[in-house]
């Protein structure tokens, strides 16, 4: 069974997560976490599922933008993904296909379908520090959140690893230990500096990877709706959902607060120079055994 954890400090600084098995999760998954993961671990995948899977903050919604639009051959707009991780399994059985799933757990918490290689699996990675402004802002925008305090206070739990989903590092070493070891074939690796850098050749994989034919006009198409500044307007316009009722019990500010700037690099604007030199300590630490590099800007 889970255990409810809240964490505060003497400045006030509060944060509330499930613990299960070791492991620390947002306090919305349903009930006591163990009937809800052995459900998703017996799930029925299908073979034209795609899961787009993340540290909370990494890109999965810019993905799952970009997947389902090179699923459907469509370019339009759907919202967001259905989450394993608050969706009961009854409810994501009755989606009807093409499902796109997102998820911010682990490996071992997917579906046992999906580790044995069936569906579709894109795993994106974006630098720690961009996350942790980009979950910082988020968390500040919702009217009910897990944490209460403040930018100093917030990032102290993160670099401790007592975030919801835990530690950015633990995510990543897991991702990068999969990536080493697992041999299905159905998991793409993504990075959101990557796709900043050259969305058109992202995307033109993406769509291989998937077995998706389209010409190149569609891609390009794709490629424009779903640059970050293109994406956030053209939402606001065609989705509206700040007209939507659960976005105006959800957000302070009457709107979706997922979608920020979308920027590599805007970290520089919210840490201290000793708040970055602490961190940075901690990132050697951390990465010395990483095959991997993040860029920050």
């Not at 998937?210 to 293109?230: A, I, N, P, W």
């Amino acid at each position: 069974m889970c255990e409810r954890v809240e964490e505060s400090d003497s400045e006030g600084n509060t944060l509330k997560t499930k613990k299960y098995e070791g492991k620390l999760y947002v306090s919305i998954i349903p009930g006591n976490i163990k009937d809800h993961f052995e459900s998703l671990q017996q799930m029925e995948v299908r073979k034209d599922d795609t899961f787009i899977l993340s540290y909370p903050k990494s890109g999965t919604h810019w993905v799952f933008t970009i997947a389902s639009m090179l699923r459907t051959g469509n370019s339009a707009y759907i919202g967001s993904p259905h989450f394993l991780d608050y969706n009961d399994v009854d409810y994501l059985n009755k989606l009807p296909s093409p499902r796109l799933l997102a998820s911010h757990m682990t490996f071992d918490r997917l579906p046992l379908q999906v580790r044995e290689g069936k569906g579709k699996v894109f795993v994106v990675s974006r630098n720690p520090k961009d996350v942790a402004v980009s979950l910082y802002t988020f968390l500040m925008k919702l009217t009910v959140s897990d944490f209460s305090g403040t930018w100093e206070g917030f990032l102290k739990f993160y670099m401790e690893g007592k975030m919801m989903y835990g530690s950015w590092f633990d995510t990543f070493f897991d991702w990068e230990n999969i990536k080493d070891t697992y041999s299905g074939g159905n998991i793409m690796y993504l990075v959101y500096e990557d796709l900043k850098q050259d969305l058109f050749h992202n995307i033109t994989k993406m769509a291989s990877f998937l077995g998706v034919t389209h010409d190149k006009s569609f891609l390009e198409e794709v490629t424009e709706r779903c640059t970050f500044k293109t994406m956030v307007k053209t939402i606001m316009q065609e989705i509206k959902p700040q007209e939507q009722e659960y976005i105006k019990k959800v957000s302070e500010e009457k709107k979706l607060p997922i979608y920020r700037k979308g920027e590599v690099g805007d970290w520089k604007n919210h840490f201290t120079v000793a708040q970055n030199e602490t961190f940075d300590r901690l990132y050697e630490e951390q990465m010395r055994d990483s095959k991997f590099k993040f860029r920050f800007e």
